[in-house]
């Protein structure tokens, strides 16, 4: 009755009632669950899977990220000549740094000074230093900022990703929608109003550029021919080769699909 009242609501005022008063993006209950059952799984490549999920995923759900701490702590000094094992610490490390709670680094920080493995300490070390990006990243993710009942609540998120003022957050949004299937012609048309407004700012911003190209082969994947005039703009106007030649790319990948 609830989401119905709220869909009546949309269709009344349209975009002047904002997601804000009528609509937060989805209880993720059901999916907190799946993820602590997957995590505390007794096979690892389903271990691993979870970890690799979860540190994409958003979440901050405390209880769910204190089972992989202390997994983490339970296991980060054993079995490190097994290829496997080194896998899943490795993506538990990135999983923990995820979920943007500074409480975790004092984990990573134990890992790196202890462990003995040095790319279990590289590992730690390097996410002790990602989660205040993760903090950051996440608090985007949850944005009430766009709303469109018909669009699963995983690309909703993606768009409150590309939309964000951190150029890197823009490029981990891009890499969710590449990877995305059937992604609504919608969506690539936000990807394209955002490559337009970036892809002249700083020829030399290595952030930018890499942020660029990525939105670039989203378009590409689209198979739309309508974004090979962008395309082609930044083929012809920017002064960063790396652009242009995967702006050349993606207009020749959206010729071919055609």
Known sequence: MKKILIYLIMLLFGPVFSINTVYAIGDRTAEINA???????????????????????????????????????????????????????????????????????????????????????????????????????????????????????????AINMITSENISIKRDGARRIYRSKNVEEKVYDIVNEQLLQLYDKDPEDTNLIETTVWFCKVLASSGLPKYKPTLAEIADKTLNKELQKQAEQSIKKLSASQ
């Open 35 to 157: 993820y602590r059952k997957k995590i505390q799984s007794s096979e690892i490549l389903t271990r691993i899977d979870a970890a690799k999920e979860i540190t994409d995923s958003g979440l901050t759900d405390p209880e769910l990220f204190d089972i992989i701490n202390d997994i983490l702590l339970k296991i980060y000094n054993s079995k490190t000549a097994d290829k496997d094992h080194i896998e899943e610490i490795t993506w538990l490390c990135k999983a923990l740094a995820s979920s943007g709670n500074s409480k975790y680094k004092k984990t990573l920080q134990e890992i790196y000074n202890n462990s003995n493995n040095t790319k279990v300490q590289d590992t730690a070390l390097q996410n002790f230093n990602l989660v205040d990006y993760y903090a950051l990243r996440n608090k985007e993710i949850a944005e009430k900022k766009y709303f469109d009942p018909d669009m699963p609540p995983e690309i909703i998120r």
